[in-house]
């Protein structure tokens, strides 16, 4: 089969999969079935793909870029192992180039779920009706991941005959505002475990509302101008969108504690969750954060886990020292400091593995009469970071004991106990995408940058339904824009959002951990956004790189 030159855009295995059985192009997509798939189940069943489109990319690289770009932590190299040609080193010093290899599995699965709505959407052979617009908002979902992350983009909305020059990224923010606007009164209002994982109504509401408070960085006309003072036409849209999802009463903070929501046992129970990503260890793989956030030696800790833990994430101490307000729940998402030994005690190993002082400490339920034995402890894991004298060219601590536990460790994630070599280190977590917290939190964002309050709500008292539901101690004045963006740190760190927060609040080229390895970083605006990987280049030479690289 001779291909069109469109179908060059995409140098993915998953859309080629989608074509395998293809000998014509110009035959009708629909004439693969001998009756067209009207049920609700069929329906269902086409679109299976497009909400997977994404799960490897959001289980992994999607999450290193966003998270070591950022404030929030920085991978280790362990001697010479985990240097892998500077991928990593990259995104923490800010110097990486188009042949960074953790951008293309961001670029082909977003692309890939863009080119699988569309042969869904051309299937159903309506874009009006209801069954599409899912669809379409997952089209639109997958726009936003390329709009944020690589600035413009192809804009292909079906079928094309040639390859199609990418819009700006003002263009592709008017699309996707122009498309939810268009399916929100006709997606599902349903929030249950039929729909968990999937585009409804409240997806759409909390994907505009990210879109609109980040419309001033969307529609500049260069990223590198932005500043955090400029006007944002979209604020009052920004509330709006938050108090339809707010207003529906199908979402609370209080279903469950605050680390309880990110177990591997997490799920549509999770009333905090308005749209996640399902991962399992077993039959929806592609999730692994503890693999790099455990301690290089933790594989010792469980019979089953696997080798090669990984073990290189370390949280900044400037980030970790954010987490400091007494009493909160939050506080337990980072593990550090000294971990104690025992030889007769057996532990809960559902539970993040904090080890204390004493079996009271290890277990919260211990009330027997030695529950404030202490014992003698076995090791530290230090707050500081130290690269070996000679480590700064891969950001090399060393790996012996004292290389391996310098920095805390997110427990966020946690990982199933049960997950061993046969799940090649695959979690069962579930990753939220957008939760009611975020909801909340950019409410109380648009009103501090001036948007008009509602329903009696004010940044404070969105500010302090956060504070409630985590036992931190609430607020006594108005929160400032910097206690809004130390709160987003707290609430959604390991989350991927710091990036796009950063940036947002002008903030992505300040110092932090060994970012003067590479000081131009400090200065570099253009790094805003990603460079397009080169074998996109190479695929599609009648684009233009993005300025700067």
């Excluded at 600035?151 to 990418?166: C, E």
């Excluded at 539970?351 to 009330?367: M, V």
Aim: with cysteine.
């Amino acid at each position: 089969m001779k291909s069109k030159p469109y179908l060059r855009l995409f140098t993915l295995s998953a859309f080629a999969a989608t074509l395998v059985a293809c000998t014509d192009l110009d035959v009708d997509i629909k004439s693969q079935y001998t009756e067209f798939p009207t049920s609700d189940r069929a329906a269902e069943a086409i679109s299976a793909d497009v909400y997977a489109a994404y799960r490897a990319a959001l289980g992994n690289n999607h999450w290193m870029a966003q998270t070591l770009s950022s404030d929030e932590a920085v991978s280790l190299s362990l001697g010479t192992d985990w240097y892998d040609g500077g991928r990593f080193r990259e995104l923490h010093v800010h110097n990486w180039t188009p042949d960074n290899a953790i951008l293309p599995t961001m670029w082909n699965a977003a692309m890939s779920g863009i080119n699988l709505s569309n042969n869904v959407l051309a299937i159903f052979g309506d874009n009006e009706s209801d069954k599409a617009a899912p669809m379409r908002a997952m089209r639109a979902y997958f726009y936003f991941i390329l709009m944020d992350n690589f600035g413009g983009a192809p804009l292909i909305t079906g079928k094309v005959d040639q390859i199609p020059d990418r819009s700006s990224r003002s263009e592709i923010a008017n699309f996707i505002s122009t498309e939810l606007l268009a399916v929100r009164d006709r997606l599902p209002k349903e929030v249950s475990a039929s729909t968990y994982g999937k585009a409804t109504r409240y997806m759409a509401d909390a994907l505009l509302a990210k879109l609109y408070l980040n419309w001033a960085v969307y529609t500049s006309s260069d990223v590198a101008n932005y500043t955090a003072s400029m006007p944002n036409e979209k604020l009052a849209q920004v509330v709006a969108m938050c108090d339809d999802i707010i207003g529906s009463g199908q979402f609370n903070l209080s279903s469950h504690k605050f680390m309880e929501k990110f177990r591997p046992d997490n799920g549509p129970q999770i009333k905090d969750f308005i749209f996640a990503m399902p991962f399992d260890r077993e039959k929806q793989q592609g999730m692994n954060y503890a693999r790099f956030w455990i301690h290089r030696s933790g594989q010792n800790q469980f019979a089953k886990l696997p080798q090669s833990v990984g073990g290189t994430f370390r949280v900044l101490p400037t980030f970790l020292a954010k987490f400091n307000l007494t009493g909160d729940d939050r506080n337990a998402a980072y593990m550090g400091g000294l971990q104690y030994y025992w030889s007769d005690y057996t532990p809960d190993l559902t539970r993040p593995f904090l080890i204390k002082t004493s079996k009271k400490g290890i277990d919260q339920d211990y009330a027997g009469s030695d529950a404030n034995v202490t014992f003698d402890w076995h090791m530290e894991t230090t707050k500081e970071i130290k690269l070996r004298p000679d480590g700064g060219p891969t950001l090399n601590a060393g790996n012996d004991q004292k290389g391996r536990s310098m920095g805390y460790r997110s427990v966020k994630f946690y990982m199933d106990v049960n997950v061993t070599a046969a799940n090649n280190r695959n979690q069962s977590n579930d990753v939220p995408i957008f939760r009611y917290a975020d909801i909340l939190l950019m409410k109380a964002e648009a009103i501090l940058r001036g948007a008009a309050p509602t329903n009696g709500e004010t940044p404070m008292s969105l500010m302090n339904q956060i504070r409630a539901y985590v036992h931190a101690p609430a607020l006594s004045a108005p929160p400032t824009l910097t206690d809004i963006l130390d709160e987003r740190a707290r609430e959604f760190s390991d989350e991927s959002w710091r990036r796009n927060d950063l940036i947002r609040f002008g903030k992505f080229e300040e110092d932090w951990g060994f970012k003067s390895l590479y000081s131009a970083g400090y200065s570099e605006r253009f790094r805003r956004i990603f460079p397009i990987p080169r074998p996109v280049m190479e695929v599609n030479t009648k684009w233009k790189q993005n300025n700067g690289y």
